[in-house]
């Protein structure tokens, strides 16, 4: 049986707060993961873009609608709903002279 000092500790009281705040109901404790999984999730994106836009700053990134898989799949989408033959292959080299 713990002691009397050990049930008193700082630890202790505030292993017995998170747990009656946070994890002593389910549906509290479903909210606390969905949310810290969210605000998670935002933080990482920003810190990794920042990161990413500090360690290129100076050099030339190009727009993200202008790769060749994008320009593929909108030439795909645009014949497609113009109803003309559909595109079956394109080579890479066609991609890229589209794309700039």
Request: charged share 15%.
């Given at each position: 049986?713990?002691?009397?000092?050990?049930?008193?500790?700082?630890?202790?009281?505030?292993?017995?707060?998170v747990y009656?705040?946070?994890?002593?109901?389910?549906?509290?404790?479903?909210?606390?993961?969905?949310?810290?999984?969210?605000?998670?999730?935002?933080?990482?994106?920003?810190?990794?873009?920042k990161l990413?836009?500090?360690?290129?700053?100076?050099?030339?990134?190009?727009?993200?609608?202008?790769?060749?898989?994008?320009?593929?799949?909108?030439?795909?989408?645009?014949?497609?709903?113009?109803?003309?033959p559909r595109?079956?292959?394109?080579?890479?080299?066609?991609?890229?002279?589209?794309?700039?």
């Open positions: 049986m713990p002691n009397a000092a050990a049930a008193s500790s700082g630890a202790n009281k505030l292993g017995r707060l009656n705040t946070f994890v002593k109901r389910n549906s509290v404790f479903v909210a606390t993961i969905f949310v810290s999984a969210f605000a998670f999730e935002i933080a990482f994106d920003e810190g990794t873009s990413w836009d500090n360690l290129n700053k100076g050099t030339s990134s190009r727009n993200k609608f202008s790769t060749p898989l994008f320009c593929l799949i909108t030439i795909q989408t645009i014949i497609f709903v113009k109803g003309g595109l079956t292959h394109v080579d890479l080299e066609t991609i890229l002279e589209i794309a700039s």
